[in-house]
C-alpha cells in the first residue's frame, strides 16, 4: 500500500557532504512522522533523525550539528542533509514514515540505502 523510495547515497570523503532523499508513494492520506535510521554492520538500527509534519525535529546526539532533516509534506518526500561526515557515519540507512492509509497507521520503511565515508 506505502512505498518508500530512497536516493543519494554513495562513496564520501570524510570532511564531505551527501544528500539523502525519500519519497512516499502509495495509498496515503496523511504522514504524521518521517524519519532517518540506519545499521551499521554488526550494529543494531538506530535513529538517526526525525521530523514531524509541523516541522519538529529530533536527532541522534552523535550526528547534531551535522545532519539535517527536512521535508516537502505536500510531496510526501523528507531528506537528510549530511554534512561533516566521519567514517562512523558509515551505514545502510533507512527511509521511515508513518502514514495514514484507509486501513490506519502504517509503518513504512525504505529499502535502504548505502553511505561509505572513506578516503
Known amino acids: 500500500q506505502v512505498q518508500l523510495v530512497e536516493s543519494g547515497g554513495g562513496l564520501v570523503q570524510p570532511g564531505g557532504s551527501l544528500r539523502l532523499s525519500c519519497a512516499a508513494s502509495?495509498?496515503?492520506?496523511?504522514?504524521?512522522?518521517m524519519g532517518w535510521y540506519r545499521q551499521a554492520p554488526g550494529k543494531e538500527r538506530e535513529l538517526v533523525a526525525s521530523?514531524?509534519?509541523?516541522?519538529?525535529?529530533n536527532y541522534a546526539d552523535s550526528v547534531k550539528g551535522r545532519f539535517t532533516i527536512s521535508r516537502e509534506n505536500d510531496k510526501n518526500w523528507v531528506y537528510l542533509q549530511m554534512n561533516s561526515v566521519k567514517p562512523e557515519d558509515t551505514a545502510v540507512y533507512y527511509c521511515?514514515?508513518?502514514?495514514?492509509?484507509?486501513?490506519?497507521?502504517?509503518?513504512?520503511w525504505g529499502q535502504g540505502t548505502l553511505v561509505t565515508v572513506s578516503s
Open positions: 521530523i514531524l509534519s509541523g516541522g519538529s525535529t
Open positions: 521511515n514514515a508513518d502514514v495514514l492509509t484507509g486501513s490506519g497507521y502504517v509503518r513504512a
Open positions: 502509495g495509498r496515503i492520506f496523511s504522514i504524521s512522522v
